[in-house]
């Protein structure tokens, strides 16, 4: 088991250049140079910021570190995101666009719901050991106090997407929006905590099983009425 800071970071190089090509020029198939150029700065950034928070925490991700790794002063920086708060936000929306793509990857075979639900929460499970999610929850984490009250605009679309995502993948349970939400939250739970007890222990004893046991609740929870 690789600790944190060895992580690639590649994975996320390339998700952030594919989504600043549909977010800024979604209408382009061959967008002209300049605005490759803007892309491939606003991913360096991107990338800069994702790499010292993942190598040395949060507190090392200040803004002139930022441009520092990037190649570009602190002045270009904020002409492409305007400020450091920006930055966060765009990997965060990244983070989320990331779950909701890992989450309906590929149709789970037919089978029963146990057997789908495993797979679920093998598949999510992989999305919460990586660089997108360990990072999000370091910005979250570190910035909760500044955090406004409501919810931002892309949480509130995320989480329609999860229940949409969900209700293609389990057709057949007949939970309401607010029961199947509840059935999310606590995988969530249960992986967030798996997820950092490997950050900080290195390896999580009988992973497998805890797994497992998430993934039978989960299907239980699925077949309530």
Same mark, same amino acid.
């Given at each position: 088991?690789?600790?944190?800071?060895?992580?690639?970071?590649? &994975?996320?190089?390339?998700?952030?250049?594919?989504?600043?090509?549909?977010?800024?020029?979604?209408?382009?198939?061959? &967008?002209?140079?300049?605005?490759?150029?803007?892309?491939?700065?606003?991913?360096?950034?991107?990338?800069?910021?994702?790499?010292?928070?993942?190598? *040395?925490?949060?507190?090392?991700?200040?803004?002139?570190?930022?441009?520092?790794?990037?190649?570009?002063?602190?002045?270009?920086? !904020?002409?492409?995101?305007?400020?450091?708060?920006?930055?966060?936000?765009?990997?965060?929306?990244?983070?989320?666009?990331?779950?909701? @793509?890992?989450?309906?990857?590929? &149709?789970? &075979?037919?089978?029963?719901?146990?057997?789908?639900? +495993?797979?679920?929460?093998?598949?999510?499970?992989? *999305?919460?050991?990586? @660089?997108?999610?360990?990072?999000?929850?370091?910005?979250? +984490?570190?910035?909760?106090?500044?955090?406004? +009250?409501?919810?931002?605009?892309?949480?509130?679309? !995320?989480?329609?997407?999860?229940?949409?995502?969900?209700?293609?993948?389990?057709?057949? /349970?007949?939970?309401?929006?607010?029961?199947?939400?509840?059935?999310?939250?606590?995988?969530?739970?249960?992986? /967030?905590?798996?997820?950092?007890?490997?950050?900080?222990?290195?390896?999580?004893?009988? /992973?497998?099983?805890?797994?497992?046991?998430?993934? @039978?609740?989960?299907?239980?929870?699925?077949?309530?009425?």
């Amino acid at each position: 088991m690789k600790c944190f800071s060895e992580l690639s970071v590649a &994975p996320f190089a390339a998700g952030v250049y594919i989504f600043l090509r549909r977010m800024n020029t979604p209408h382009l198939d061959h &967008p002209g140079r300049q605005a490759l150029k803007t892309q491939r700065t606003r991913a360096r950034l991107l990338e800069a910021t994702l790499s010292l928070i993942r190598e *040395h925490g949060y507190a090392a991700a200040t803004s002139q570190r930022i441009a520092r790794r990037a190649g570009v002063t602190w002045g270009a920086a !904020q002409h492409h995101f305007g400020s450091k708060e920006q930055i966060l936000e765009t990997i965060l929306g990244l983070a989320y666009a990331r779950f909701i @793509d890992v989450m309906g990857a590929a &149709p789970l &075979p037919r089978g029963s719901r146990a057997a789908r639900a +495993r797979l679920f929460v093998r598949r999510m499970w992989a *999305h919460y050991q990586g @660089d997108y999610y360990r990072v999000s929850l370091e910005i979250l +984490r570190a910035t909760r106090g500044r955090r406004k +009250r409501r919810a931002r605009a892309w949480e509130q679309r !995320q989480g329609r997407a999860h229940l949409r995502v969900m209700r293609a993948l389990f057709h057949e /349970t007949q939970l309401t929006d607010a029961q199947l939400r509840e059935a999310l939250d606590f995988m969530h739970y249960c992986l /967030t905590g798996l997820a950092i007890g490997r950050v900080f222990e290195g390896q999580v004893s009988h /992973t497998a099983r805890h797994l497992k046991r998430v993934a @039978d609740a989960f299907a239980s929870m699925l077949g309530a009425h």
